[in-house]
């Protein structure tokens, strides 16, 4: 969305903004979750160019790195590891200090932080929800990229404090079970599962979209 704006991919990111945006109330979307049914479904992908085309909306839009198994925004937006989640949790930093400017104005990122042993534990504190609170009082959208749904309980645990879920399948790879595994398990905690959002679609499989 950023490097190559006017590109089909962009757009179709800018699509799934557009419903986002229009699929619930901003008050009732801050806090929006990016997930998937397993690793390698390109849900970081996702999260990052949502973030990044709401920022371009002139949404005050913030992307959390919550992957403390695999995180990668801080590789993707270049920003220092060394400070985010985990050491806001540890009380090392404050958040302003672990807020790091994303690409473009109106977008901040804060990456997951220093790895810790009890990833779930943490995110399941009370200090975690009033982190998100309090990031939400200074955002207009605050973007999720959280653990895949399936191997550990990350996800449902963050589903439970956003107030929307994007399911993020992979075509050709992610099967039925899996995406219905992952679809019930987040219902299960009471999740509010707006959608999914289907990518890496060939072409030649038909006509996906206006411009395919």
Known sequence: VHLESKSVVAEAYRTIRTAVFFGAPKEGAKT?????????????TLASNIAISMAQA?????????????P???KIFEVDDNKG???VLAGRDTIEQAIQPGVIDSLDVMACGPEVPNPSELLNSDVFNETLVKLTEQYDRVVVDSPPVGPVADAQILSTVCDITVLVLRAE???RRQAQHARDSLLSVGAR????????????????????
């Open 32 to 44: 929006i979750l990016v997930t998937s049914p397993a690793p390698g479904d390109g849900k970081s």
């Open 58 to 70: 002139g949404q005050k839009t913030l992307l959390i790195d919550a992957d403390f198994r695999k």
């Open 173 to 175: 790879k992610s099967t």
């Open 85 to 87: 989640v985990s050491s």
């Open 72 to 74: 990668v925004q801080h």
């Open 193 to 212: 599962l707006l959608g999914a959002v289907v990518n890496d679609v060939q072409q030649k499989r038909g006509q996906y979209g206006y411009y395919s």
